[in-house]
């Protein structure tokens, strides 16, 4: 099993729907985790922290449930510069900071 | 503020030469890492730095050597390049448990 998963996509969604993804987790000693987000042939940049409490950007929201071991992305609105890869980062501070990526949700959002 | 700088961009090897690759940080970061993506592979540790004058291997550490003399520079080393080492390379520094900053990436093709 690998220690991060996500559904590879592509999700083809239309400009202004709603579209969530979800990533699990194996490692329950996980500290941080972290949504990034990665156009085509760029580097990966973040796009939000996840925290327990659940926490909103704008028109994102990002969730943890530690008892079931993922995390989601909500997007609401969705925007044509919303297409990318969405990136699921999980750190186990084993005192060296070892991020795990998870290979990635593809988003294509459709006019 | 540069941030983290990745050279060269682009490079063609044929088999059996060697490269190496530069990442260069200007913010004062403990933490480096060097990161090769493939299709459907996501992010996959190649070697780390958790500071000055040290360095550890990851998760795909065969084939690759590293150095990290100056706090700013942390270095990849091809020394027989192999066509399965054909890939993007990218460098990520940060300063604890915080976001990854990302270099702008390595395309390496070898022949």
């Known amino acids: 099993r690998k220690e991060v998963e996500q559904d590879p996509g592509p999700f083809n969604v239309p400009e202004g729907a709603t579209v969530a993804f979800n990533c699990t987790y194996s490692n329950s000693a996980s500290q941080s985790f972290f949504w990034y987000r990665q156009d085509c042939r760029k580097e990966p940049k973040l796009l939000m922290s996840?925290?327990?409490s659940g926490n909103e950007d704008g028109r994102f929201t990002a969730q943890l449930n530690r008892a079931s071991q993922y995390i989601s992305l909500l997007i609401r609105d969705s925007k044509l510069s919303d297409s990318a890869t969405y990136l699921c980062?999980?750190?186990?501070?084993?005192?060296?900071?070892?991020?795990?990526f998870g290979t990635g949700t593809r988003l294509k959002v459709l006019a | 503020n540069a941030g983290v700088t990745q050279t060269p961009k682009f490079r063609v090897l044929k088999t059996g030469q060697s490269m190496t690759l530069l990442c260069a940080q200007d913010?004062?970061?403990?933490?480096m890492y060097w990161y090769r993506q493939d299709p459907g592979m996501g992010l996959r540790l190649i070697h780390y730095?958790?500071?000055?004058?040290?360095?550890a291997k990851g998760e795909v550490p065969d084939g690759y050597n590293v150095s990290r003399l100056k706090k700013q520079n942390f270095l990849l080393g091809l020394e027989s390049a192999a066509p399965s080492q054909t890939s993007v390379y990218f460098c990520a520094s940060h300063k604890g448990g915080l976001e990854q900053y990302f270099g702008p990436g390595t395309r390496l093709t070898v022949t």
């Open positions: 913010m004062n970061h403990e933490y």
């Open positions: 980062v999980v750190i186990a501070t084993s005192g060296t900071y070892k991020y795990i």
């Open positions: 996840v925290y327990s």
């Open positions: 730095s958790v500071g000055e004058g040290t360095t």
